[in-house]
């Protein structure tokens, strides 16, 4: 078994992690979209920065086949004189393999390395998939002069084409990867042992490694199925505080010692499961909703953001509503009313967005959000793209209060928000009879995804008229979900 550059990076997450994928791969959850979606926005980032290279020659490989065959073309091109290759493909003794994005030679049997990431910065974990890299080149009778990370600028607005040594950055990491050469010898030798093991490491979410302590608690959770309140539902809990409960033999929340130190949240939390009951401060609670002013409208976007901008006077990653949706009680007693807008063209949506906005929110009266700092940040965004019109939307950001902040401060806990102050953990506890499982859109990753792929990149698999229905019930039960949460609060 080889061990590759992406099974490393496995394995410093987690070393079950590896072993799983060696050995029993279908244990580890499948790619869903909005992760492939992901993937395919960094590979069109990947096409901007091999423009910095006009001499590079691309290898890759489409199957099984031309990837086992991409070592012989490597070695072939560069005998054949290449001096810049994309995808070149390295292997070392039967152990270790990995794919460079980009080589260049500066001189005889010396490369500078060069990895392409859809960040806006270089980061830790590049350094370390990097000095992997540098160790399989170097035994593979190689050496590496300067190692770098080429990553988006976010300071970077479009205007007309893009040009690559615009919207690219080029960071050098030569010292870092270097710093980190004893560190990776150590680490591949014992991936190597793991992935040849016969038995699995033990899987606790405690030994998750490089920040991966949520993501490899999801697979620890799908294999091993704790039982309800068990402590790997404690919210913001890390990995140290994690293996001091499993080392003193503590499962569930109700027995986490009174003395264990733990945040406020936290201890809400499991005092909630102890209790079993809720934990209401009526006090703030009340004291929020009468700050309020009538007319109130519940206010909540759906937005785009691409690594490359779509639009002239975007920058990369930049959030753009193109929907809201509006409910509106004018009254504590008055009839709901309802407003929206769903842009449905290939044209920048800021600005029709904001103008839908003006003719809908009155000048007087509190604007509800949940989470506010998303839907201030988008009128500031809207106000760039309508200048006219950017008093209103700031005035609208003086008159926003947070529907979160009950939730998010602890002033109503249940155990069941699993430490959570989502408004898709509140709903279902608080609302039960509302519910997103019926709608074709379940959450805002799919809604932006799905919105870009058809409206922007013009998809023709998606059926735009049932994808705008969609959209419409889902950003409608945001708003509709915040009213119902409003009125639980208001019964307090």
Sequence with gaps: MLLSKSDYLLYLKHPAWLWLKKHDKEKLPPIDDNSQAVFDAGNLFESYAERLFPDGIRLGFTDYASYLALPEQTMEALLGGARTIFQARFVVDDQLTCICDV?????????????????????????????FQSYVLRQSGFKVRNVYVVHVNNEYVRSGDVNPNDFCVISDVTDKVNANTETTVQRIGEALEVMQSPSMPELSPALA??????????IYTSITKPPKDSIYELCSLNAAKTKQLEDAGVKLLADIP????????????VTAVKLHQRLIKPEPIKGLLNSFEYPIYFLDYETMASIVPAFDGMRPYQQVPFQYSLHILDSPDSELRHEEYLHRDTTNPGQ???RALRSHIGDTGTVLAWNMSFEKNCNKTLAAA???LRDFLMDVNDRMN????PFSKGWHVDKNFCGSASIKKVLPVLVPT?????????EGGSAQRLWVQAVIDGKD???????????TEYCKLDTLAMVEIFNVLRKL
Excluded: C, R
Excluded at 461 to 471: C, E, N, P
């Design 103 to 131: 080589i260049t030679v500066v001189a005889e049997k010396t490369f500078d390395l060069y990895e392409i990431k859809s960040s806006t910065e270089a980061k830790p974990e590049h350094i370390v998939d990097l000095a």
């Design 209 to 218: 490694g490089n920040g991966a302590f949520g993501e490899w608690l999801s």
């Design 258 to 269: 009174d003395d264990f130190p733990l945040t406020p949240k936290q201890n809400l939390q």
């Design 352 to 354: 029709p967005v904001a």
């Design 386 to 388: 309508e200048p006219e």
């Design 402 to 405: 947070d529907l979160m902040l």
């Design 434 to 442: 509302l519910s997103y499982a019926e709608l074709g859109i379940h």
């Design 461 to 471: 698999t998606i059926d735009k008229q049932v994808l705008f229905a969609d959209l």
